[in-house]
């Protein structure tokens, strides 16, 4: 059993920045890829970034490549979004997850642990 909590989002206005971060705790964090997705009402929830248990691999949307990063530190249990230039069509609910193993990180269906969700608004 993997517990994943979110922090970090807010309100902020178009260009500006944020970091969210994932806190995990249960079983070694380190055996599992790490993404962060997104989800707006009505809408089906969509990959935003994944990384690796090493760190050493990153995939990101096309959406966001080269605006958001994505780390972890497997010794705090935490994976981080770093966010820079954002748009209002970033608002959305972010939500944190963990799947065994690294294959198919931009896949929904691969995460089987998720955090709560934290609200990014990006107002313009």
């Known amino acids: 059993q993997v517990l994943l909590v979110e922090s970090g989002g807010g309100l902020v206005q178009a260009g500006g920045s944020l970091r969210l971060s994932c806190a995990a705790s249960?079983?070694?964090?380190?055996?599992?890829?790490m993404g962060w997705f997104r989800q707006n009402p009505g809408k089906d929830r969509e990959f935003v970034a994944a990384v690796s248990g090493g760190g050493g691999s990153t995939y990101y949307a096309d959406s966001v490549a080269g605006r958001f990063t994505i780390s972890r530190d497997n010794a705090k249990k935490t994976v981080y979004l770093q966010m820079n230039s954002l748009k209002p069509e970033d608002t959305a609910v972010y939500f944190c997850a963990a799947a065994p193993g690294v294959s198919d990180l931009r896949l929904r269906t691969r995460y089987d642990y998720w955090g709560q969700g934290t609200q990014v608004t990006v107002s313009s």
């Open positions: 249960g079983r070694t964090f380190s055996w599992y890829g």
